[in-house]
């Protein structure tokens, strides 16, 4: 059985960074929930290293909705090559999905 839903990766200077973006993906129904961590990231980025702190954010959506998230975040994310990971949900509690199911955009056929 594929997995209907996914959790999808992205970060954030700060959380004043974050909150338009996250509001807005939220207005749209494209992930029924956000939450923020705050994370020390280590990379290199035009052959600099840095070590930023970041807010992390995790948007719980459902797995169809992803390339039009993805498309939204690229259209208002402020970094030039925003982090958008997609990670399968194997498994989750059944009340829960259900809620992701109520709170995110339906697909029309």
Known sequence: MMSKYGIVLTTFENEQQAKPVIDEIIRCKLAACVQEIKIKSHYTWKGELFHEDEDLVLLKTRKELYPELEKKLLEIHPYD?????????????????????????????
């Open 81 to 109: 090559t925003p982090e958008i990971l997609f990670v399968d949900v194997e498994s989750g509690s059944a009340a829960y999905l259900a809620w992701i199911d109520e709170q995110t955009r339906k697909q029309i056929d």
